[in-house]
């Protein structure tokens, strides 16, 4: 059965011009969806749905972490001391 | 019944039902609780709400329950101060502090968020309560679930300090230390949140926890006699307090409870070891750049704060500021406060007072104009912040020559014992 994710991915300058969600729909089996998006010339922010198998997923976030995305689940954001 | 309309997205404005939900499902923004503001104001009057208890429930109307509270009924209306003595020393004209160190039960303003998302949480049918924290925040959930025979997990990871473990395992709760960081920490809690249906006060029920904070601002406002000032400094950890501290002026502004509309500024207060709001503020930026945490301010060390965005939105909005200070300058605010005013407040407020001085100092707070200082937190619950920061007490043995010796011996610094 297919899981359904949602992240926060934050770029830093040197991987914005990377097409990593591109590369992460194509390496693995999942759907990437775009929620949210706010891109400056020095960091970049994204919202992202990711839905597929579970480990498919896991492959994918860990493909984002070793180019270096910081990625994180959308529910730790709301973490408070 | 209250006046709660919807949960409403921040972002896109979509309303939701008023459930445990905390992100937009369309564009995963965060979830406000939206209120009926027409039909408060045909009820809400200054008259009222003095009649009611020294308590934050005395403006129930404003906070996002359906019926009356069933968690911590004595939270809140701590003292405003009239600081005399502080503002002799920065040079400024009329001072006050909002002194949430000694707020009931658990000495922070955390167990006005507490109350209410546990209060919120028992109409929604949770039996059980949860939350991940170091600090106040698990103080705040044991005490306050202890108190009304909630269930209670608090999740730490698991080489906190001994001391902060002892203050939240007194209440009975049951601590689970997370062999992790504290991100993992908070991976596990949601998944947690998710899987067994859980409370957790500042995850699935946030929406309604973040209400509570207004309380700390609607105070402000009636104890300076239905007004709001001119300057408010306020620290910053995820950066939601500042924002609900405005929303708070403005909601008594709409309801129709100020004479005068409000201009007050606000100032974001960061300690420099971990200042991502203050940093993008000063440069203009609108995102937020996470930082690693590395302060002797634990309570606001937040390196990537969720309400960073609106936080700096809300002091760039009012005309304000943020401001950084270091380790050294937060335990001389500290020892200030202690000395001049007889408050002893945690190392956050440290940074809230060192953060202002600077402010004054700098022109960027006019001298001659009301400001509050946002004091959050009991120094007792940070003591281990000022050790080696104040002078030993002599030892001297029990007869009146040693004390004395110790007179003629400490000159000046004895005034009164050398009079004698």
Same mark, same amino acid.
């Given at each position: ?14 991987? #914005?011009? *990377?097409? @990593? ?5 194509? /390496?693995?089996?999942? &759907?990437?969806? +775009?929620?949210? $998006?706010? #891109?400056? *010339?020095? @960091? ?5 749905? /990711?839905?597929?198998? &579970?480990?498919? +997923?896991?492959? $994918? ?21 | ?420």
């Amino acid at each position: 059965m297919d899981a359904k994710k949602r992240y926060y991915l934050t770029y830093s300058k040197e991987l #914005v011009k *990377e097409p @990593l969600i591109y590369q992460v729909g194509r /390496l693995f089996k999942v &759907e990437t969806n +775009i929620r949210q $998006a706010s #891109v400056s *010339e020095d @960091l970049g922010l994204v919202a992202l749905e /990711l839905v597929g198998p &579970e480990q498919e +997923i896991d492959k $994918a976030v860990e493909y984002f972490k070793e180019h270096g995305v910081k990625v994180e689940p959308i529910e730790l954001g709301v973490i408070g001391e | 019944m209250g006046f709660v309309k919807s949960l409403k997205c921040r972002e896109c404005g979509r309303d939701f039902p008023l459930e445990a939900l905390h992100v937009c499902e369309y564009c995963f923004g965060p979830l406000e609780v939206d209120y009926n503001y027409d039909e408060i104001k045909k009820v809400i009057t200054r008259e009222l709400i003095e009649s009611r208890g020294s308590n934050m429930w005395r403006y129930k109307e404003l906070l996002p329950l359906e019926g009356d509270p069933t968690v911590g009924m004595q939270v809140g209306f701590t003292p405003l101060v009239k600081a005399g003595n502080l503002a002799k020393v920065l040079g400024v004209e009329e001072l006050y502090i909002k002194n949430d160190a000694v707020n009931f039960p658990s000495l922070s303003f955390k167990d006005r968020v507490v109350s209410v998302a546990m209060s919120r949480a028992r109409e929604m049918g949770f039996k059980v309560v949860s939350c991940a924290s170091t600090g106040n925040l698990a103080n705040s959930v044991a005490a306050n679930a202890a108190a009304c025979g909630m269930e209670n997990y608090v999740f730490i990871p698991h080489n906190l300090e001994r001391s902060k473990v002892l203050g939240t395992l007194v209440y009975g709760t049951h601590v689970v230390g997370i062999k992790g960081t504290y991100d993992e920490v908070n991976r596990l809690c949601s998944e947690i949140a998710g899987r067994y249906g859980w409370a957790f006060v500042n995850i699935n029920i946030r929406p309604y926890y973040a209400e509570g904070s207004k309380a700390f601002g609607f105070e402000i406002a009636e104890q300076l006699g239905w007004k709001t000032p001119k300057h408010v400094v306020v620290p910053m950890a995820g950066g939601s307090l500042i924002c609900k501290i405005l929303k708070a002026f403005k909601e008594f502004e709409k309801v129709g409870l100020l004479d005068d509309p409000v201009e007050t500024k606000v100032y974001g207060a960061q300690a420099a070891g971990c200042n991502p709001i203050v940093r993008a503020v000063k440069a203009g930026k609108e995102l937020i750049e996470p930082v690693h945490p590395d302060t002797i301010a634990k309570s606001l060390a937040i390196g990537n704060p969720a309400d960073g965005y609106y936080a700096a939105r809300t002091m760039r909005e009012t005309g304000g500021t943020g401001e950084d200070v270091t380790d050294q300058e937060i335990l001389d605010a500290m020892k200030l406060l202690a000395e001049t005013e007889g408050i002893f407040a945690e190392t956050a407020g440290g940074v809230t007072l060192g953060a202002a001085k600077k402010l004054i100092e700098n022109g960027v707070i006019p001298r001659d104009e009301s400001i509050v200082l946002s004091i959050t937190g009991n120094g007792l619950k940070t003591q281990e912040a000022l050790e080696g920061n104040l002078v030993e007490p002599p030892v001297i043995n029990a007869n009146i020559a040693d004390f004395e010796e110790l007179v003629s011996r400490s000159g000046e610094k004895y005034k009164a014992a050398a009079k004698g």
